[in-house]
C-alpha cells in the first residue's frame, strides 16, 4: 500500500525589506522620485482646488515601478485603458442611455464592457493591466450614480488627472537618476547565448532544456522593457542602446536552437559540428558584452544532414554588436 508524501512544513516568509535596502542608493532614488512626482501634483492639485482631480496623485505611485521601461510601460497600459474606458462611457451616455429604462439595458449596457476589459486582464501579463484600468475606469465613471448620468465632468477632470500625473511620473523618472536596464539586457542575451552553447554541447540525453526555455522568457520580458524606455531622449543614460539588434539577436537564438535540435536528431555517430557551434556562440556572447565587432566565422556542417546548411547559415547572420551594428531592430 503505497503512501502519501506529506505536504512541505511552513517556508521561511521572505523579509519586508530587501537585505541590501539601506546599502544600495537605487531603493532610496527609487522612493525619492516617486515621493517628489506625488508632492508635485499634490501642490497642484491643493493649489488649483480641481476637487475632480484626485487620480492626478494616485497616478504618479500606480505607475512608478522599478526600471525606466517598467514604468514607461505602466504609464501607456493605464493612458491607453483609461481614454478607451471613458471613450466608451462618453459613447454609452450620450448615445445608448437615453433610450434605456431598466436594469436588463444597463447589465446589456455594461457587460460587454466589462468582459472586455477582463479578456484583457487575463492575457499577456504586458497589456493585462490595460485590462484592469479598462474594468475600474469604465466602472468608476458609469456605474457611479443609482441614476442616469447627465453630467460629464467627472469623467473629464478623472481623465485630465490620469494624464497629468503619468506625464509628472515619467518626466520624474527619466530626468532624475534614470534607472535603465539597457546595461542589464546586454548581460542577460550574453548568458542566453552561453545557455544555449550548453545546450548545444550536451550529450543528446542530457540537454538543459528548462533552463533555456527560462532564459528565452526572461531575454524577451527585458528587451520588451528597454524598448519601452524613451531611448531617442537626450537624458537616457544609454542612448547607444536603440542601435543594438536586441530583437534580431533574440530571433537569431530562437532559430539556432530550433536548427540544433533537428541536426541533433540527424546527426552522425560522433560528429563535432554541434560542439564547435557551442564554442562559437560563446564567442559571440563576449562580443554582446564587450559591443565587439564579430569577425566572419564560418561552420563547417555536415551537408548530408538536411538541417545543417540551414544551421551553418544562421550561424554566420548572427547580429552585430559593434559601434555600428550591421543588422537593424525589425518595424514589424
Not at 141 to 152: D, I, V, Y
Not at 209 to 234: C, K, M, Q
Not at 238 to 265: C, F, H, N, V
Request: proline share 8%; net charge negative.
Amino acid at each position: 500500500m503505497s503512501r502519501l508524501a506529506l505536504p512541505q512544513g511552513e517556508v521561511e516568509k521572505a523579509p519586508l525589506l530587501a537585505p541590501d535596502a539601506w546599502r544600495n542608493p537605487a531603493y532610496l532614488h527609487f522612493a525619492l522620485k516617486t515621493l517628489l512626482a506625488t508632492l508635485i501634483c499634490y501642490v497642484f492639485y491643493t493649489a488649483a482646488d480641481w476637487q475632480g482631480l484626485h487620480t492626478i496623485m494616485l497616478s504618479c505611485v500606480i505607475v512608478a515601478q522599478p526600471g525606466l521601461g517598467a514604468t514607461m510601460q505602466k504609464t501607456w497600459l493605464r493612458i491607453g485603458g483609461a481614454l478607451l474606458a471613458s471613450l466608451l462611457a462618453l459613447l454609452l451616455i450620450a448615445f445608448v442611455q437615453p433610450w434605456t429604462d431598466s436594469l436588463t439595458d444597463l447589465l446589456a449596457m455594461s457587460l460587454p464592457v466589462l468582459a472586455l476589459a477582463a479578456w484583457i486582464a487575463a492575457g499577456s501579463e504586458r497589456i493585462a493591466y490595460a485590462g484592469i484600468q479598462i474594468g475600474f475606469t469604465f466602472a468608476l465613471a458609469f456605474l457611479s450614480w443609482f441614476a442616469p448620468l447627465t453630467n460629464l465632468t467627472e469623467l473629464r477632470d478623472r481623465v485630465l488627472g490620469i494624464l497629468l500625473g503619468v506625464l509628472v511620473s515619467s518626466i520624474v523618472h527619466l530626468y532624475l537618476w534614470p534607472d535603465s536596464e539597457a546595461p542589464q539586457l546586454k548581460t542577460r542575451l550574453a548568458a542566453l547565448y552561453r545557455r544555449l552553447a550548453d545546450c548545444l554541447a550536451a550529450p543528446k540525453e542530457a540537454v538543459p532544456l528548462a533552463p533555456l526555455l527560462v532564459a528565452f522568457t526572461d531575454s524577451e520580458a527585458l528587451i520588451h522593457r528597454v524598448r519601452a524606455e524613451p531611448l531617442g531622449t537626450y537624458a537616457h543614460p544609454w542612448p547607444q542602446a536603440k542601435d543594438w539588434p536586441m530583437r534580431a539577436t533574440l530571433a537569431q537564438a530562437e532559430e539556432i536552437a530550433r536548427l540544433s535540435e533537428g541536426y541533433r536528431l540527424n546527426a552522425a555517430p560522433g560528429d563535432p559540428t554541434l560542439a564547435r557551434c557551442a564554442e562559437q556562440l560563446r564567442r559571440y556572447a563576449e562580443r554582446i558584452e564587450q559591443e565587439a565587432t564579430a569577425p566572419g566565422e564560418q561552420l563547417t556542417a555536415d551537408l548530408t544532414n538536411p538541417f545543417g546548411p540551414a544551421l551553418a547559415a544562421a550561424l554566420a547572420a548572427l547580429p552585430d554588436w559593434g559601434p555600428t551594428p550591421i543588422a537593424t531592430e525589425p518595424t514589424g
